[in-house]
């Protein structure tokens, strides 16, 4: 496998500020007059009530819009939409630490809002109707819509918001407390008005926001069911699908319900056009394409270069009944690579983390084994405008300045970190001098042909992998690390055992892939902050904890414009890749997908989002030529 998907659920985050006046007359003339100036300058308060909100403000689409630009509002429903995925499940709670959640099992579930494909900051209302808050976004206020209604027919209310919310903070994944950090109340007005009030002082931006995206749960539905245990059983939730059978470890199929509360929903509109949705699980990638062409699922996007690059050209295609193409990906290409767990001492030292990334030769990869069809990753931010380059302005300096006792002298003196260029040969010997010197001055000498720090210990490095495929990538690269006298080591586990490690920080390197969003905020506290550092579960890989990147966070949330936004991201960007804390590997800004003929999408697809499940549909009558013509 040349590229690894993140199967994590990322959500956004809430925090709410309680303005509530209490009249207590009795205090006296003084009080009274207090509260009566706070009356009036409440009333006078701009309020926002809208259909929608973005973090700096500008919604695409207005009140009345009838559906996204990019769907086919028309598209046909029905049909069976089929793909695979990596490893194994034993789960159908995507929230929770415990378990391995199934894919797309979020699909049980809705939230207040929801995001649309062709912008990267806006939500419009899903559950709630509508949003209102102040200029200062201390708080928001949600309006439910009184059609909407769990899959056991009973009604969506604002108490089932605010458990949501409770047992997300007590239950949910560890993220979720950070995530939820900002958060001081959560209170159901009446049945179908929540608010959320967020602490004061806090970076109130992108608050409301993160609120909209909590998923809703049914408070009856966990009456007597324990939200922290791992189940197969089908939940309760509003969303448009509802479990329809599973094979533990093997497949999992979601059908649509026929009486979905929200099918009409301008935002719904060209959405969920597949009948079922059918996910086939394999331990292997290679198998998994042999199923592919063998007929068992019908869509495959391709990770695997050598695959593309030499393997599809099975039947099914040469008659023309499997379409292969390459679509376009305008995201963020992500932060793809080997990342380096410096809760262990022995990654402590920038130096060895830096010597350890020189000897992975990204251009000897790129030819001999991925057939020329990638980019070597530069940053956390590939792919976008919000990379660093170059040396430090003054925009960014302002940023840096205050902060430059926590960070490497680089940050200020030398343009943004690029990983040096190796000769197209396994072994660069420059990259293994320039590596040797720097393991030399971190103290890991070389004694009888092996790095040893002065208490005699061996540098011994584990790669932990769960995927049969990616050993061709993994092993140029350890013997390369030995041929430096690094004593390093593939540890084969199942998914499981390697999901199970990864959770409790039980490793030296892991391969892994986050999306990195266009409008950054809270979700940077759990891949870089130091508040998660030693909770498990969370998505900080390489145990950072740096007062200088906590700030950079910070600002990020508290960003007031885009521009403020993007300087602060470059500042942070240009600082996270000084400190060598993962080995970047390579991106490709597009999708190279192959399915049946038998599925369409819009002709012009949004930026954001390939949207497969999403707005893509099932042609019933292409369908049907190919069944007669035996292709499925």
């Given at each position: 496998m040349d590229r690894r998907q993140t199967q994590g659920f990322v959500i956004a985050q809430e925090q709410l500020r309680s303005l509530t006046l209490r009249y207590i007359f009795s205090f006296g003339l003084l009080i009274a007059v207090w509260v009566l100036t706070a009356f009036v300058a409440a009333a006078d308060e701009k309020i926002t009530k809208s259909h929608g909100i973005s973090a700096f403000g500008d919604l695409k689409y207005g009140p009345e819009f009838q559906f996204f630009e990019y769907v086919n509002p028309e598209a046909p429903k029905g049909g069976e939409f089929s793909t695979w995925a990596f490893g194994t499940f034993d789960s159908m709670t995507p929230y929770i630490l415990k378990g391995t959640a199934a894919s797309l099992s979020s699909v049980f579930f809705e939230s207040l809002m929801s995001g649309s494909a062709d912008e990267p900051d806006s939500m419009y209302g899903l559950l709630a109707e509508s949003i209102e808050y102040p200029e200062n976004r201390g708080?928001?206020?949600?309006?439910?819509?009184?059609?909407?209604?769990?899959?056991?027919?009973?009604?969506?209310?604002?108490?089932?918001?605010?458990?949501?919310?409770?047992?997300?903070?007590?239950?949910?994944r560890p993220s979720f407390k950070v995530t939820f950090a900002d958060f001081e109340n959560v209170e159901a007005l009446n049945p179908l008005r929540v608010k959320f009030t967020?602490?004061?002082?806090?970076?109130?931006?992108?608050?409301?926001?993160?609120?909209?995206?909590?998923?809703?749960?049914?408070?009856?539905?966990?009456?007597?069911?324990?939200?922290?245990?791992?189940?197969?059983?089908?939940?309760?939730?509003?969303?448009?699908?509802?479990?329809?059978?599973?094979?533990?470890?093997?497949?999992?199929?979601?059908?649509?319900?026929?009486?979905?509360?929200?099918?009409?929903?301008?935002?719904?509109?060209?959405?969920?056009?597949?009948?079922?949705?059918?996910?086939?699980?394999?331990?292997?990638?290679?198998?998994?394409?042999?199923?592919?062409?063998?007929?068992?699922?019908?869509?495959?996007?391709?990770?695997?270069?050598?695959?593309?690059?030499?393997?599809?050209?099975?039947?099914?295609?040469?008659?023309?009944?499997?379409?292969?193409?390459?679509?376009?990906?305008?995201?963020?290409?992500?932060?793809q690579g080997f990342w380096l767990n410096m809760r262990r001492d022995k990654f402590r030292d920038v130096r060895v983390r830096e010597a350890l990334g020189l000897m992975f030769n990204f251009e000897w990869s790129n030819k001999a084994l991925f057939y020329d069809l990638y980019t070597r990753t530069d940053s956390f931010w590939?792919?976008?405008?919000?990379?660093?380059?170059?040396?430090?302005?003054?925009?960014?300096?302002?940023?840096?300045?205050?902060?430059?006792?926590?960070?490497?002298?680089?940050?200020?003196?030398?343009?943004?970190?690029?990983?040096?260029?190796?000769?197209?040969?396994?072994?660069?010997?420059?990259?293994?001098?320039?590596?040797?010197?720097?393991?030399?001055?971190?103290?890991?000498?070389?004694?009888?042909?092996?790095?040893?720090?002065?208490?005699?210990?061996?540098?011994?490095?584990?790669?932990?992998?769960?995927?049969?495929?990616?050993?061709?990538?993994?092993?140029?690269f350890i013997e390369n690390l030995k041929r430096l006298g690094v004593d390093a080591y593939l540890s084969n586990v199942d998914s499981a055992q390697a999901n199970e490690r990864?959770?409790?920080?039980?490793?030296?390197?892991?391969?892994?892939?986050?999306?990195?969003?266009?409008?950054?905020?809270?979700?940077?506290?759990?891949?870089?902050?130091?508040?998660?550092?030693?909770?498990?579960?969370?998505?900080?890989?390489?145990?950072?904890?740096?007062?200088?990147?906590?700030?950079?966070?910070?600002?990020?949330?508290?960003?007031?414009?885009?521009?403020?936004?993007?300087?602060?991201?470059?500042?942070?960007?240009?600082?996270?890749?000084?400190?060598?804390?993962?080995?970047?590997?390579?991106?490709?800004?597009?999708?190279?997908?192959?399915?049946?003929?038998?599925?369409?999408?819009?002709?012009?697809?949004?930026?954001f989002a390939m949207g497969e499940v999403d707005f893509w549909w099932y042609n019933a009558e292409k369908a049907e030529k190919l069944k007669a013509l035996g292709a499925f």
């Open positions: 708080w928001a206020v949600f309006n439910l819509r009184p059609e909407a209604r769990f899959s056991d027919g009973s009604p969506v209310t604002s108490e089932d918001v605010v458990f949501s919310f409770n047992v997300l903070m007590e239950k949910g967020f602490r004061e002082g806090a970076n109130t931006r992108e608050l409301p926001i993160a609120a909209a995206g909590l998923p809703v749960f049914s408070k009856a539905y966990y009456a007597d069911r324990d939200f922290a245990e791992s189940t197969l059983d089908p939940p309760v939730g509003s969303g448009e699908y509802v479990l329809d059978r599973v094979r533990p470890g093997e497949s999992v199929s979601y059908v649509r319900r026929d009486d979905y509360w929200g099918k009409d929903l301008p935002i719904n509109r060209g959405r969920s056009n597949f009948e079922r949705i059918t996910i086939e699980y394999y331990s292997d990638y290679t198998a998994a394409f042999e199923g592919f062409k063998g007929g068992a699922y019908n869509f495959r996007e391709e990770y695997l270069s050598k695959l593309w690059a030499t393997s599809y050209n099975f039947p099914s295609l040469d008659k023309g009944w499997t379409i292969k193409k390459t679509l376009p990906d305008g995201n963020p290409s992500g932060t590939e792919n976008s405008d919000l990379q660093a380059t170059g040396i430090p302005g003054e925009d960014e300096l302002a940023l840096l300045e205050p902060l430059r006792e926590h960070l490497p002298d680089s940050v200020f003196a030398e343009p943004a970190w690029l990983p040096d260029v190796s000769k197209p040969k396994q072994l660069d010997r420059k990259a293994v001098r320039k590596a040797g010197k720097l393991l030399d001055a971190a103290g890991w000498k070389v004694v009888d042909g092996m790095r040893k720090n002065d208490k005699g210990e061996t540098l011994r490095v584990e790669f932990l992998n769960d995927s049969p495929s990616f050993e061709r990538i993994s092993n140029p990864q959770k409790n920080y039980d490793y030296d390197i892991v391969v892994q892939r986050f999306v990195m969003s266009l409008t950054p905020g809270l979700e940077l506290r759990g891949i870089f902050g130091s508040d998660v550092v030693d909770t498990p579960g969370a998505n900080n890989l390489s145990g950072l904890a740096n007062p200088a990147i906590d700030a950079l966070i910070g600002t990020i949330e508290k960003a007031g414009t885009r521009q403020e936004l993007n300087t602060a991201v470059r500042a942070l960007d240009r600082s996270l890749r000084a400190m060598h804390i993962w080995i970047p590997q390579w991106y490709k800004a597009a999708h190279n997908v192959a399915y049946l003929d038998i599925y369409e999408h819009p002709k012009k697809l949004p930026p």
